[in-house]
């Protein structure tokens, strides 16, 4: 690319339109009064209705407020709950400039994309793209690479800027550049007649303080994922994910998922990915450390070298907060935090409706990436060790066709395979974040949007979605907003 980078999105109002004069009620599997508690369930709920709510087996919680996704898992130890809460403030308090009279929060950047965990995790939940309207810290960022291969097979940073571009900086030293968003709508037609619109999103980087990126910058935008059910996700035993990836292969069809195999850092050897859009993260200590470094400019011992290139003598000049700048101690404090999320209760599960929806992703072979139940291993963390969960995620790459290809690769994923998502909470994004922008950089602007970028090995699924009759539409959203 030249100095900006191609991606794209879609919306339809007509669908919200229907579900309205459908009038769909909801028979849920169990209250829920914002407290986060699991409480017994209403008359005439059914086992298997109150099974399937648990998403995360034991560590589901009974809450669909604002605060949803931030609650701890049940069953922690008082001294657990005790790490879980400092691991809370960290993750929620903002970072200053070293040095500082709050030395245990200083050594913000020098050059950074946000201030706190928080600022794009916003409790505990999905980023979004900035608009036109709203243009401030929303969870974007942009990836950075140029072609080459790495001893362990990451990456290679761009030589001036690094593997992310930070689009801000402490005083004294040059942010790296800024992220500016333009759309082309592509519009389309559902085969009953109904149509819909796609918005196609093109990423310029502007203001470069360190030279031009060059032509053969690979650059790729993403949004902030969720992050509650991250321990559940971790503690799916690694041949589990390997069986589905062999079951998958045996099937011979268009769906083909695989493992991506990446370097850990804190084991210094190669690992299967669970974490990141491309499934380039091992560990939740590492995914969690990496971002302090990458998105705050927060140095640790895993991660102890600031994001300084030799172009940037400025940031490398920067005083420090320490050295590492994030302690052990609060290392693992704000990990175990994120790894002791709980999973919000799905809901409505009774619903005709939603069981309607339920056969439809069936019957569109939908459940072949986004699993919908798998079982987790051992854990230390009780809660967590060998439950029945319901992430719809198989943790694989799959190609998803070039429409929402990036064009650059993270160890074994190529430009245009993704990790499936899990869909767990999905239909809580609005409560929890404001909005509903979903896909690896928020171009879709609701989950019809989300459906219908769908491409390579979802094709034949995106190709039924569109072929289905409205009722079954609606349906299927509903049936996705209640997980």
């Given amino acids: 690319m030249a100095d900006h980078s191609v991606v ?28 986060g508690t699991v ?27 604002a605060n949803a996704f931030a609650q701890p898992t049940p069953g922690l130890s008082a001294e657990q709950r005790r790490a879980f809460e400092v691991g809370n403030n960290f993750f929620n308090d903002n970072w200053v400039t070293a040095p500082a009279s709050t030395t245990a929060r200083d050594g913000l950047g020098p050059t950074f994309n946000a201030q706190s965990c928080s600022s794009c995790h916003f409790k505990d939940g999905r980023g979004q793209p900035p608009t036109p309207t709203d243009p401030g810290e929303r969870g974007l960022l942009l990836r ?11 990456p290679v940073p761009h030589p001036n800027y690094g593997d992310q571009l930070q689009d801000r900086s402490i005083n004294g030293v040059s942010a790296e550049g800024a992220i500016s968003i333009s759309e082309r709508e592509i519009r389309g037609t559902y085969l009953d007649g109904t149509p819909y619109s796609l918005m196609e999103p093109t990423y310029e980087v502007d203001e470069l303080a360190y030279g031009p990126l060059g032509n053969e910058t690979m650059a790729s ?13 971790e503690a799916i035993p690694e041949s589990t994910i390997r069986d589905l990836a ?21 084991a210094q050897a190669t690992a299967l990915g669970r974490f990141g859009w491309k499934a380039n993260v091992a560990t939740v200590e590492e995914q969690t450390l990496g971002a302090f470094l990458g998105d705050i400019g927060i140095t640790s011992t895993l991660f102890d070298r600031q994001n300084c290139m030799p172009a940037q003598p400025g940031c490398s000049a920067a005083p420090a907060g320490g050295e590492p700048e994030l302690t052990d101690n609060k290392a693992q404090r704000v990990t175990f935090y994120s790894r002791a999320l709980a999973v919000p209760e799905r809901r409505n599960v009774g619903e005709p409706q939603n069981k309607r929806g339920s056969k439809v992703f069936e019957r569109l072979n939908c459940s072949a990436c986004h699993v919908p139940e798998i079982a987790t291993g051992d854990s230390d963390l009780a809660p967590l060790s060998n439950q029945t969960i319901r992430p719809y995620t198989d943790l694989l790459l799959h190609d998803m066709g070039p429409r929402l290809a990036d064009g650059r690769p993270d160890f ?14 999905i239909g809580l994004t609005e409560t929890v974040n404001g909005h509903t922008r979903f896909l690896h950089d928020g171009r879709a602007r609701n ?20 072929a289905l009759p409205v009722a079954d539409r609606v349906a299927l959203i509903a049936f996705l907003n209640s997980l």
Wanted: charged residues 15%; hydrophobic residues 45%.
């Fill in 221 to 233: 935008p993403r949004i902030a994922p969720p992050v509650f059910g991250v321990g559940l996700l």
């Fill in 447 to 466: 989950l019809e949007e989300a459906i219908l970028w769908h491409g390579g090995e979802a094709a034949p699924a995106q190709r039924g979605f569109i």
């Fill in 8 to 35: 794209r999105g879609l919306v339809v109002p007509i669908l919200a339109a229907v579900v309205a004069a459908m009038g769909l009620t909801a028979v849920i599997a169990a209250c829920s009064d914002g407290s």
């Fill in 412 to 425: 074994g994923a190529d430009g245009s395979e993704w990790r499936t998502p899990p869909l767990w909470g």
């Fill in 246 to 266: 062999q079951a998958q292969a045996a099937e011979k069809d268009e769906i083909s998922g695989r493992a991506n195999m990446v370097w850990s850092p804190a």
């Fill in 144 to 154: 950075l690479s140029v072609p080459g291969n790495t001893r362990d097979g990451a």
């Fill in 39 to 65: 409480r017994e369930s209403p008359a005439g709920s059914t086992p298997d209705a109150v099974r399937l709510a648990a998403s995360g087996g034991a560590a589901t919680v009974d809450n669909d407020g």
